[in-house]
């Protein structure tokens, strides 16, 4: 044989070697049989072992072998992670814990509607109010802050809707509970006082109960309180935060959240007036036409593009409406569209108005870090604040000004007794 020859065949005499000599490494650590308590099918720490399948086996051996390769997740399988996550619930009886005596949770203002996402599209904004609520032996309502005297003190209380929603998914009775509201979020102004106060009281309701809910897969908490509320666009930034995107998918509420450029402000005029849900809803047509359709329909779709691309120049045209603002800034709030053109003419990205009105938000660019430690001249919102003010002004309007920030968490728990905190864990805020 020439020398091409001889290669080929040592190389062949190698590969076998090597292969028999991986055959023995595997029956070495599997064994002939049950040793030591380990099973011969399964290879170091208990893990399965996968062998090729033999066109002898019968039909049974080939199942199992199957079912041990389908057993075995790769670090890319993140869609068979959340298909194992999603069936493998924990039961009702081993998601209770202790029932708790009192409990304190933060809720933040939320920014819905956001031009043309009516009723799908919300903001979390850097506005908290905190509800605590506890086992009494009478049933009382005490508020203090905004809004504290417009507040029902009665069982109509969107934070005892909340609450007895709690306990009925726990399937135990409401028991007789004291509440305390100090709140920061402006009532009745389009920054989500109602939602805020039914996640609040859902997610109190839930601690109190000792009961947990699944969340991947079904969102269980949020189909309560946009099953409460009617549509997700204020509830669901109150649960997670962020920008949100939510919808009805035919079975579920469901809601996924939309990127936020970095360096947003949120600048708003909050008028002294209160602006009622159903007197907004009310001026609106009860029919549309295509051409009117087709034009929320593509604002929509290019305002959450420019939110996922940082393209904060494109805002201004996503924020434009047909279906809402017109006919609330014609018959309720004439200064609305006044006062979005001179935010914008004074360097705003966008604006719209904040839910069902009378609050004018805009959205600002430039911040980084605390603000009160960067120039002025690099951020536009006190030109914005100040031609908002004037409109106000020019129209009459009392009000004030109010800046902040889109807030990335949603409904926490601050205080609770007894407390989560136990043993080695600590949780943040000690709770």
């Known amino acids: ?8 065949v040592y190389t062949a005499l190698g590969a076998a070697a ?3 000599a991986l055959a023995i490494g595997i029956m070495k650590l599997t064994g002939d049989g049950k040793k030591d308590g380990h099973d011969q099918n399964r290879g170091p720490y208990n893990t399965p072992l996968v062998f090729m399948n033999d066109a002898s086996e019968s039909g049974d051996v080939l199942l199992s072998r199957r079912e041990s390769e389908a057993s075995l997740l790769l670090p890319h399988n993140h869609e068979e992670k959340m298909r194992r996550r999603v069936a493998t619930r924990y ?3 081993e998601e209770n814990n202790t029932p708790r005596d009192s409990v304190t949770v933060r809720v933040p203002a939320t920014s819905a509607n956001v031009g043309p996402g009516y009723d799908c599209i919300g903001i979390a904004v850097d506005l908290w109010s905190e509800v605590t609520v506890s086992r009494s032996d009478t049933f009382e309502i005490t508020a203090e802050g905004e ?11 969107y934070l005892v809707v909340g609450c007895r929603a709690a306990f009925d998914a726990a399937c135990k009775p409401l028991p007789t509970l004291k509440y305390h509201v100090v709140s920061r979020i402006p009532y ?6 109602s939602s805020a106060a039914i996640v609040a009281g859902i997610v109190a309701g839930l601690v109190l109960a000792g009961h947990r809910l699944p969340c991947w897969g079904s969102e269980a908490l949020l189909q309560i309180a946009a099953g409460i509320e009617g549509h997700p ?14 919808i009805y998918n035919g079975t579920r509420w469901a809601t996924e959240r939309v990127p936020c450029p970095s360096g947003i402000q949120m600048v708003m005029f909050i008028p002294d007036f209160v602006g009622k849900t159903s007197d907004a809803r009310g001026v609106l047509q009860n029919t549309i036409t295509r051409e009117e359709a087709a034009f929320n329909i593509g604002r929509a779709a290019w305002l959450v593009h420019a939110f996922c691309t940082n393209n904060l120049d494109n805002l201004r045209w996503g924020v434009q409406d047909r279906m809402h603002q017109p006919q609330r800034g014609a018959k309720l709030y004439k200064y609305l569209y006044p006062m979005m053109a001179a935010a914008e003419s004074a360097g705003a990205c966008c604006s719209y108005l904040s839910g069902a009105g009378p609050t004018v938000m805009a959205l600002t660019s430039g911040a980084s870090g605390d603000i009160f ?4 001249k690099e951020r536009t919102d006190i030109h914005v604040a100040r031609a908002m003010m004037k409109v106000a002004k020019d129209h009459g309007i009392e009000g004030k000004l ?17 407390p989560f905190s136990t043993g080695g864990i600590t949780y943040r805020d000690n709770i």
Do not use: F, W
């Open 147 to 157: 809004g504290a005297d417009d507040m029902p003190r009665d069982e109509s209380n």
């Open 188 to 193: 009745a102004r389009g920054l989500g006082s």
């Open 1 to 8: 044989m020439n020398n091409d020859s001889n290669k080929l």
């Open 233 to 246: 666009d204020n509830v669901a930034p109150v649960i997670y935060g962020g920008i949100q995107l939510g």
């Open 402 to 418: 109010l800046v902040t920030n889109v807030v990335t968490e949603g409904a926490r728990v601050v205080k609770v007794v007894p």
């Open 18 to 20: 090597a292969g028999a």
């Open 91 to 93: 039961s009702i009886e």
């Open 373 to 376: 430690a960067q120039r002025e």
